[in-house]
């Protein structure tokens, strides 16, 4: 594989060709807010808190989206695309009704950890304050879509990692949420296989262990590479090389 | 001419609200009227959320007893799970809720109503406040700190923080009290001790200067309600509702808790968010006598310090005992003390049994297992939890579907149940203090004081938004607006 140049921030930097701009930026340990982004998930490109200035281009890229090119010079922490971040994290925030004092995941959120870094405040506009219902139909776990940012984790580490795509997403915009099977009650599941993966995740308190009380929760992520790690030196099919 | 007085806002008091006085034809009061201007609604919003999150949500109902709402709360969802605690959950629970009686009456006691006691209900109000009381009490500020710290050092020892500690959930208690807190505990004891003694002395000598208020704060027959143990003893954690008369005649002995419904009503009055509580049977024997606009106002009971000393037998600690028989001389042979004055004595005796109970408890070996959480399903649909606030018993009824979805949420708070208790006191000294329409700076300031004598959380008890300065509005007979103070 060839290897390309590319410049970040007024430095000169190479790279693996086909590498996206995100895990660069992570290998040079430039700190950038990601919230859809999950080691080991496929990349969706959604929440666009990883957007970067690439010079010559008008439109912000979404960094986890975005493969490193030769001779690029990106931007990670322009005022622009620091106003930006801040903007879409409020606009998160005021979205749905999450209210940290008495979130499950309080002090262990990743959409409150990147708002605290940003030095997010305040929210600008106004609380939309939707009626959103609770699923605590099931054995285990709770889904409140009232804390939900549609990241699309649960969905992708359903089908992609347990391979049971559960989850799916309905409805367009700011009216969509993600959904179980085809709109069912989670507890009345037939694929669920209560795995908790889409609960380990999900960056929010959206997916919680049944019975948790406030800032009780905390989510383990690592399980993800140890499944990936195995699956990539095939030590979970019959014979597994011996 | 009839006019109507308003003191608006009440101050020092946790919460905002507003008095009018209404006057007749001849210059004299009428009636007098505690309203309470702020609206929250936490039943409403709580629907649909789980009963796991309760204590967590009901807790920021109050930053002053957050304490008193999580154990109602989790004891709602214990109900609901359908277990019996571990035993460990239930004694570190008790210990949290004696430590938070402690701060939360020194707090009453030194810095909010300490002002009018030490300072004189006359002296310059810009002056009667706990600035004032440093600057001319210095010690004894200093040991009202120090009080309250010892109450919310125990708190934050026990859950982690000592303002909505999410430590008491359904089930039990997440932590585990360490040995290490334990031993501090143990250590702050006696400073603590000590100065609920000088507390005493000090309210002693202050009540001499005050037999004027003593006579006429608050001095009317009421019922009284409060939780007592199954042996009739002190109780602010569990047992039972007992509610006894103004001549002493138990007219409950131990009611279940959660059947509060057969025996308290709730009323609401156009001119107040706070609700109306009232002894059903009392306010129905009323109604029959044909005067159906007022059959609830026979109801009125009072709860809190005094209620409590009033319906249990004895304290059951050795010094609370000792102060609970000098309580007892304050009214004729076995009458309840009825001057809420002595509100003031009640949160003292009970900050001593608190302390005493607390150094009982530290003491218990069991106190430090680690056995504190039952783990369940949902196993009821209903759940109700009474405890003992500070202010008064408190209950938080949860009606939960099979996923422990919330369908409705009542919550009956203490500073509600007094609110009928409050306006007659308001009308009291508004008589003794109005004559002829004339109205004094003195009289404002003894009316404030009167609902002060209650340390009436109003945030709590109305569940309620926003904020707002207390105004005093005199009316006139033709309803006009002749007066108004306002103090900013």
């Known amino acids: 594989m060839s290897v390309v140049t590319l410049t970040i921030n007024d430095e000169l930097v190479s790279a693996q060709e086909g590498e996206t701009l995100l895990s660069v930026l992570h290998e040079r340990g430039i700190d950038m807010p990601t919230l859809c982004h999950l080691d080991g998930l496929s990349e969706r490109g959604g929440c666009r808190l990883c957007m970067v200035e690439l010079e010559g281009s008008a ?11 030769e001779g690029m010079i990106v931007h990670t922490h322009s005022e622009r695309l620091v106003k930006y971040r801040k903007m879409i994290l409020e606009l998160l925030f005021s979205e749905r009704n999450h209210v940290c004092a008495v979130c499950v995941m309080n002090g262990n959120c990743e959409l409150q950890w990147e708002a605290a870094k940003i030095g997010m405040d305040h929210v600008r506009y106004d609380y939309l304050n939707p009626d959103l219902s609770m699923d605590a139909s099931h054995d285990r776990f709770v889904l409140d879509h009232n804390r939900c940012i549609l990241c699309t984790r649960c969905v992708r580490v359903c089908d992609e990692i347990e391979g049971a795509h559960v989850w799916d997403v309905m409805g367009r915009g700011v009216n969509s949420r993600v959904i179980i099977d085809l709109n069912q009650p989670w507890g009345t599941s037939q694929s669920c296989t209560s795995c908790g993966k889409c609960v380990q995740v999900c960056p929010t308190g959206a997916l919680s262990a049944k019975g948790a009380t406030v800032a009780e929760m905390e989510k383990q992520h690592n399980f993800l590479r140890w499944i990936l790690d195995g699956r990539e030196k095939n030590v979970w099919s019959y014979g597994n090389g011996k | 001419m009839t006019k109507t007085i308003t003191i608006d806002p009440v101050t020092r008091i946790e919460g905002h609200a507003k008095i009018t006085i209404h006057l007749d034809d001849n210059g004299q009061v009428e009636d007098a009227r505690f309203h309470v201007t702020e609206f929250r609604g936490f039943e409403k919003f709580c629907e649909g959320r789980s009963f796991w999150e309760m204590p967590g949500i009901t807790a920021r109902i109050c930053g002053i007893c957050p304490v008193s709402h999580l154990m109602a709360s989790s004891k709602a969802g214990d109900a609901i799970l359908g277990v019996n605690i571990p035993p460990t959950a239930a004694k570190l629970r008790r210990l949290m809720n004696w430590a938070q009686l402690v701060q939360s009456h020194a707090l009453s006691f030194f810095h909010l109503s300490g002002p009018d006691l030490l300072l004189g209900m006359d002296s310059d109000p810009t002056k009667r406040n706990v600035m004032g009381l440093i600057d001319k009490f210095p010690d004894v500020a200093r040991n009202g700190i120090r009080l309250r710290r ?117 009323a609401v009055e156009p001119w107040s968010y706070l609700k109306f509580p009232y002894y059903r049977p009392a306010a129905v024997r009323e109604a029959r006598g044909g005067r159906a606009t007022e059959h609830y106002i026979a109801g009125m009971y009072r709860v809190g310090p005094l209620a409590r000393l009033n319906v249990c037998d004895f304290a059951g600690t050795p010094r609370a005992d000792a102060e609970l028989r000098e309580f007892r001389r304050l009214a004729p042979r076995g009458r309840p003390v009825a001057n809420s004055f002595h509100y003031h004595y009640a949160r003292l005796i009970e900050i001593l049994y608190a302390l005493e109970r607390i150094a009982e408890t530290v003491e218990d070996p069991s106190i430090t297992e680690k056995r504190i959480r039952a783990h369940a399903e949902v196993n009821n649909m209903v759940g109700v939890g009474v405890s003992e606030a500070p202010r008064g018993t408190l209950f938080h009824e949860y009606h939960v579907n099979g996923d422990g979805i919330l369908q409705k949420v009542n919550l009956i708070i203490a500073t509600g149940q007094n609110n009928l208790a409050m306006n007659r006191t308001v009308k009291q000294i508004a008589q003794y203090h109005i004559n002829d329409g004339k109205v004094s700076e003195g009289i404002l300031n003894r009316i404030e004081h009167g609902i002060r004598l209650y340390d009436p959380c109003l945030s709590c008890s109305t569940h309620a938004v926003g904020q707002m300065p207390m105004v005093v509005e005199v009316y006139n007979a033709a309803g006009a607006l002749v007066e108004r103070v306002q103090r900013d």
């Open chain 1, 59 to 69: 439109r912000l890229q979404a960094a986890c989206v975005t493969q490193v090119q």
């Open chain 2, 150 to 266: 010892f109450g919310q050092k125990v708190i934050e020892m026990l859950g982690g923080r000592s303002v909505h500690p999410a430590w008491t959930v359904a089930g039990g208690v997440r932590e585990p009290l360490s040995d290490e807190n334990r031993s501090k505990i143990r250590r702050m004891l006696p400073e603590a001790l000590d100065i609920t003694g000088l507390a005493l002395d000090m309210l002693r000598d202050a009540t001499d200067s005050f037999r004027d208020e003593e006579a006429m704060y608050g001095n009317f027959p009421s019922l009284y309600m409060g939780l007592v143990t199954p042996e009739g003893g002190l109780e602010h954690y569990d047992g039972l509702l007992r509610v006894v008369d103004s001549d002493g005649n138990v007219l409950e002995k131990g009611l279940a808790p959660a059947r509060y419904r057969e025996i308290l009503g709730e």
